[in-house]
């Protein structure tokens, strides 16, 4: 599986030119594209990239990647992430990472986004990996109930979780906020579902990526898919 990863790494990094500006994913897989790039950038080509977390971060500065922030440049000409699942429209699920935040930002400030994956991603509809739900801490009662009712109106519903770190306590994104899992095995209108998350106050962002991501790049038994 981790060699799948690495192919489509590098089947994505064919698509890296000389001087652009590249958002940097998070995860296993984004990892094998920021070892590549690195191996790229040390033998000439001129690039920079905004990490989509501090695990990413450092992992760059490691290969010897530049980096800059979206406070220091206008756009980013290609973003290159993994995904928890991905369907035939585009729509992903992300987060399994717990970068989603970061990893929406930079993938809306960039041109295009291209997701590389081990085709098992690949989904005829998305929801059967957990939807992260990033939320603030305060008030998680009424956020809870409030994407419940959210889950109703969109015709899905299934347990809640908040996710814990390996260490047992509770997961803290880089963004200080918390992470709540929906096990919803069954997302019927992605896009819908996205809209009503995202107009809860206590949510802070969600793993659906809906009209973000323009191409993938699967990996599989059979060889590389890129799908556009
Ligand atoms: C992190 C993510 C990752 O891209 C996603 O979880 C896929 O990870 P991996 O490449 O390790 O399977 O969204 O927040």
Same mark, same amino acid.
């Given at each position: ?6 192919? *489509? ?17 998070? !995860? ?12 790229? $950038?040390? +033998?000439?080509?001129? $690039?920079? !990239? ?6 990413? %971060?450092?992992?760059?500065?490691? /290969? &010897?990647?530049?980096? +800059? ?9 290609? +973003?290159? #992430? ?9 729509? @992903?699920?992300?987060?399994? =990472?717990?970068?989603?935040? %970061?990893?929406?930002? $930079?993938?809306? *400030? ?41 889950? *109703?109106? /969109? ?12 260490? !047992?306590? $509770?997961?803290?994104?880089? =963004? &200080?906020?918390?992470?709540? #899992?929906?096990?919803? =095995? /069954? ?30 790049? @699967? *990996?599989?038994?059979?060889?590389? %898919?890129?799908?556009?």
């Amino acid at each position: 599986m981790d060699q799948l990863k690495r192919q *489509a790494a590098a089947r994505a990094l064919e698509e890296v030119r000389d001087g652009m500006q590249l958002g940097l994913g998070t !995860g296993s897989t984004a990892k094998h594209f920021v070892e590549l790039l690195g191996e790229r $950038v040390a +033998t000439g080509l001129k $690039v920079i !990239g905004v990490p989509t977390s501090e695990t990413t %971060r450092a992992d760059a500065m490691r /290969c &010897g990647v530049p980096l +800059t922030t979206l406070d220091e440049i206008d756009h980013l000409d290609m +973003t290159v #992430d993994g995904a928890d699942e991905i369907d035939p429209d585009f729509n @992903l699920i992300k987060g399994g =990472g717990g970068a989603l935040l %970061r990893e929406k930002i $930079v993938a809306a *400030a960039s041109d295009r986004m291209i997701v590389i994956a081990d085709d098992t991603k690949w989904v005829p509809t998305l929801g059967k990996f957990p939807l992260p739900i990033e939320v603030i801490p305060f008030g998680l009662g009424a956020t809870r109930r409030a994407i419940e009712k959210a889950f *109703a109106v /969109c015709g899905v519903s299934g347990q809640m979780a908040v996710r814990k770190a390996k260490d !047992g306590h $509770v997961f803290v994104t880089d =963004g &200080g906020h918390w992470i709540v #899992d929906a096990q919803l =095995g /069954c997302i019927v209108d992605p896009p819908g579902l996205a809209t009503a998350l995202s107009a809860i106050p206590g949510v802070v962002e969600h793993g659906l990526f809906i009209g973000l991501a323009s191409s993938a790049v @699967l *990996a599989g038994g059979e060889g590389i %898919r890129v799908i556009e």
